[in-house]
């Protein structure tokens, strides 16, 4: 007989742990035990200070108030990315939340930019962004829609601070039950008839049985990896940066409510602002630049005094080959690294959460559930692969070897038909659950210089009259309700 699934054990603290263990109590609280096992002695990554949209529902499924989460992890508004070098050397577009123009029934908003581009108007895509505007302006209000119409509004994320938030959230689960046992793991032992994991053995004799674990081990992947070698595709022919430096800086005025991704030689550098403090990194290729020189590249752009030392984080871009394995279940830099370009780490740490707690094992773990569980994240990690990848591929920058070879570079025919597609007809189509939208593909492919060669049909119905007025019309509502909004920092300052 089956027996029932009552234990959890999930191994490592840190935002991808506490994320996991709040969600699950939240949720499976009554009926499962979840215990979580961390050191003080083994510090985090915590630079993952970036996330999207969908961690506002995610949030408020948790019952989170917004205005204490802010206060508790020194939390700004983020309206979305900006990409500074990316196209060529002094280029700048922006990855904006929410919505751009107007869209209509059976043709997006960018058909009509485009033809609006062929008759001479002189408008940037951006211009018609709600969130791009506001972010250039620095200001920040909370809008469901444009007043007076029924365009959308306002669509945002966070920047905050990793430490604390996991901080936060262990506080959080701690009070809905989560039991969390200090110590490092000496030792995991297995099962030798089915492979599974029973106990880990702590350090001072102690140890901790269960009946599923959770490997937030970040990196290291003790459990996933280490003990039940589940395998790992690597993408880094694809996604060539293997290095990244992290330091933080003084925060300086205005606090801006959008991240910056300044490509240089070599890979992209970040800069999220957060209440209390400037998040620095540098993310580079180490066959193109050195630790001393992404150390120099780094320090040289802090636009606040430095705090702290530069730490260096090695990675390897790709995935586990199983994110669920025999009754491991790997959720964070465990599971698989994306380098944070598009702020994705944190989300999947949330998808994965959410997902394990739909497949949740009942009454013993069934193959076709890990099966099914498995499908959907190697499915959702290949089309953000594909997105990031775009990135690097649509460049038209040859100003040095990293990136000659970024485009000379083959991609998987998944984005080179995506990329085709748009760049003959101006049709992109989002596939079933695939995180980024049309809007935010037109904008990458757009901002990097695929401009479509052809427009929807309907476009043509308009005279270019009609347009323009169009353009013009969608340009003066936009700017008008950015003027009307309060500044970022006001907004902050009341929460």
């Not at 989460?69 to 280029?91: P, R, S």
């Not at 962004?129 to 200001?139: P, T």
């Not at 030689?265 to 290729?285: C, E, K, M």
């Amino acid at each position: 007989m089956d027996s029932k699934i009552e234990n959890v054990v999930i191994v490592g603290g840190g935002t991808a742990g506490w994320i996991t263990a709040a969600l699950m109590v939240k949720v499976l609280g009554k009926s499962i035990n979840i215990t979580l096992v961390e050191s003080d002695k083994i510090g985090i990554i915590g630079v993952g200070e970036a996330t999207i949209p969908p961690i506002i529902p995610f949030n408020n499924a948790l019952g989170i108030d917004e205005k204490a989460f802010l206060k508790a992890t020194k939390g700004t508004l983020k309206l979305g990315i900006e990409f500074e070098n990316w196209k060529q050397q002094g280029d700048k577009y922006m990855h904006a939340f929410g919505g751009i123009g107007k869209n209509f029934p059976f043709c997006d908003f960018y058909h009509f930019w485009v033809k609006s581009q062929q008759l001479g108007y002189g408008s940037e895509f951006g211009d018609f962004s709600l969130n791009y505007q506001a972010s250039k302006a620095s200001k920040f209000a909370k809008l469901s829609h444009i007043e007076g119409t029924n365009l959308p509004g306002i669509e945002y994320a966070y920047h905050f601070d990793a430490g604390l938030y996991a901080k936060f959230l262990r506080d959080f689960s701690e009070k809905l039950g989560v039991t969390r046992v200090e110590g490092i793991v000496e030792n995991v032992e297995v099962d030798k008839n089915n492979g599974y994991v029973t106990r880990l053995q702590l350090e001072g004799d102690r140890s901790v049985c269960g009946d599923l674990f959770v490997d937030c081990t970040g990196l290291k992947a003790l459990l996933i990896e280490q003990t039940l070698s589940t395998g790992f595709d690597d993408w880094s022919h694809w996604l060539p940066c293997d290095r990244a430096m992290a330091v933080a800086c003084e925060s300086v005025k205005p606090i801006v409510p959008y991240t910056r991704s300044i490509a240089h030689d070599a890979g992209w550098r970040w800069r999220i602002p957060l209440q209390h403090r400037t998040g620095n990194g540098v993310v580079y290729s180490s066959k193109h630049m050195s630790d001393e020189q992404a150390k120099d590249l780094l320090l040289s752009s802090l636009d606040g005094e430095q705090i702290g030392e530069p730490r260096t984080i090695p990675f390897k871009t790709g995935r586990r080959r199983k994110q669920w394995n025999k009754n491991v279940v790997a959720i964070g830099l465990s599971s698989g690294f994306f380098e944070p370009l598009e702020s994705t780490n944190i989300h999947l740490i949330q998808t994965a959460a959410t997902r394990l707690l739909k497949f949740f094992p009942h009454l013993g773990i069934k193959d076709e559930e890990v099966q099914e569980f498995n499908r959907q994240s190697q499915i959702e990690s290949e089309r953000m692969r594909d997105f990031i990848i775009l990135h690097y591929k649509q460049t038209q920058r040859d100003d040095s070897d990293f990136w000659r070879a970024c485009q000379r570079m083959d991609v998987p025919d998944t984005l080179t038909q995506k990329m085709a597609l748009f760049e003959q007809s101006g049709k992109i189509f989002r596939e079933q659950d695939e995180l980024f939208t049309e809007i935010a593909w037109q904008q990458v492919m757009i901002g990097q210089g695929l401009i479509p060669k052809d427009h929807h049909p309907l476009v043509d119905s308009l005279s270019s009259e009609q347009i323009t007025d169009l353009m013009d019309n969608l340009k003066t509502l936009v700017q008008r309700t950015v003027n009307k909004m309060p500044m970022h920092e006001d907004f902050l300052s009341q929460q």
